[in-house]
C-alpha cells in the first residue's frame, strides 16, 4: 500500500508539472521576416514564441494575429488576455511605462527611409521630403511626415502591406517610402535587390521591438521579463536573429 501510495503521489507531481498555463503571444505585424508563412509557421515571431516554450517552466505560449485597431480596442475596454509582441512604449502612449508592464529589448529596429538608387532621397527632417509622393501603409502613422501629409505638402499613396511598398518603388509609382530595416534586410536579400535601393543616411526612427503585457498578468510579466533579460548573451537567442539578416 504504501509503495502503491508512493507512486500515486509521484504520477500526480509528475502531472502537476507538465501541466502549463497557456498565454496568447498577440501580434499585428505580417511582414517578413518577423512572419514569413503562417500555413508553416514561418518567421522570427514564430521562433521566438518556440523560444519562450523551451525556457518557461511555468507558461505555454502560443502566437496569435490579431489586426491593430481590434489590439487597440482590446487594450482600451482592458480586455487583453495576453501578451503583445515586437511593439514600443511610445506606439501606445505609454512613454514612461506606467499603463502596461514592459519587458526588455527582443531586438532593435529601424524605420528607413528608402528610395531608388538611381534617383536617392536624403532624408534630414520630414521637410525633404516636401514635393514627393511618399508611400506608406494604410493606418499608420509617420511621425512629422503624416503633419505634411494632412497639410498637402507631401503628395501620400497608401498600401495595405509593407512589402508592396517595394514595387511601389520599382514601379516609380513612389519617390520614397518608410519600411523596417529588418524587412529590407530580409527581402534585399532574398530577391537580390543590393544595387537597386538607397538608404537614406538618417533614418526616420530607430526603436526597440518589446513585448507589452496588462498588469493582471504580472506573474506571466515576470518570469518573461526573465528570459528576455537573457537574450543578449543567449547564443541560441543569436543564432535565431541571424538567420533573419
Avoid at 48 to 73: A, D, G, M, Q, W
Avoid at 238 to 245: D, E, P, V
Amino acid at each position: 500500500m504504501r509503495y502503491l501510495l508512493t507512486i500515486i503521489l509521484l504520477f500526480s507531481g509528475f502531472a502537476s508539472a507538465q501541466v502549463k498555463q497557456t498565454v496568447s503571444v498577440y501580434h499585428y505585424h505580417t511582414k517578413p521576416p518577423l512572419v514569413i508563412n503562417i500555413q508553416i509557421k514561418q518567421g522570427l515571431y514564430y521562433d521566438f514564441t518556440r523560444y519562450l516554450n523551451t525556457r518557461s517552466t511555468t507558461h505555454h505560449f502560443e502566437l496569435v494575429f490579431v489586426p491593430r485597431k481590434r489590439i487597440e480596442r482590446m487594450l482600451k475596454d482592458e480586455k487583453l488576455q495576453g501578451i503583445l509582441l515586437g511593439v514600443n512604449p511610445v506606439w501606445f502612449n505609454d512613454k514612461k511605462e506606467v499603463n502596461y508592464l514592459w519587458t526588455e529589448k527582443i531586438f532593435t529596429d529601424r524605420d528607413e527611409v528608402v528610395s531608388l538608387a538611381e534617383t536617392p532621397i536624403e532624408f534630414t527632417t520630414p521637410d525633404s521630403l516636401a514635393g514627393k509622393v511618399f508611400g506608406g501603409v494604410r493606418g499608420f502613422y509617420y511621425y512629422g511626415i503624416s503633419e505634411l501629409v494632412n497639410r498637402n505638402k507631401i503628395s501620400h499613396i497608401e498600401t495595405v502591406k509593407e512589402v508592396d511598398l517595394f514595387y511601389m518603388l520599382l514601379n516609380k509609382r513612389i519617390d520614397a517610402a518608410v519600411i523596417s530595416r529588418s524587412t529590407l534586410d530580409y527581402l534585399v536579400k532574398k530577391n537580390n535587390w543590393q544595387s537597386i535601393f538607397h538608404l537614406s543616411n538618417k533614418p526616420h526612427d530607430i526603436y526597440e521591438r518589446r513585448v507589452l503585457v496588462p498588469k493582471h498578468l504580472s506573474p506571466v510579466f515576470d518570469e518573461l521579463d526573465t528570459i528576455v533579460k537573457k537574450l543578449p548573451k543567449d547564443k541560441n537567442w543569436l543564432k535565431i536573429l541571424a538567420r533573419y539578416k
